[in-house]
């Protein structure tokens, strides 16, 4: 992985056609499949890990992707612990070229917890 920013690249993805609309811009709903991945590669790398429970997840959508974009998932901890769950918050960017497509976080922690 690779560290820019504090995030560090962790899931590099050219978009399909099973992915976009009739008018070839990615469905809404990939980018949050896109984020998940990242993640899942950054836990995998980080060696933490590997069964987890989204607790809480946000979105911000700033740009269309198309098909057959390369778009690239950048992630990081924020925080190690929610002062409403004992998780973990990961921010994420989603870039394709120089353009940010969308950015959020999500706040997980490990299934079965409390």
């Not at 987890?52 to 198309?66: D, Q, S, T, V």
Request: aromatic share 12%; with cysteine.
């Amino acid at each position: 992985m690779e560290a820019i920013s504090g995030f560090f690249e962790c899931y590099h993805h050219t978009t399909g056609f099973h992915e976009v609309d009739p008018y070839g811009i990615v469905h809404h709903s990939v980018y949050l499949i896109w984020a998940e991945l990242g993640l899942q590669n950054y836990l995998s790398e980080a060696g933490l890990f590997r069964t987890y429970e989204i607790i809480r997840i946000n979105c911000k959508y700033l740009n269309p992707a198309h098909n057959h974009d390369e778009i690239i998932v950048r992630t990081r901890v924020k925080k190690i612990r929610d002062e409403n769950t004992a998780g973990l918050i990961f921010p994420f960017e989603i870039i394709s070229g120089h353009r940010l497509l969308s950015k959020g976080e999500m706040v997980i922690k490990r299934e079965g917890s409390e």
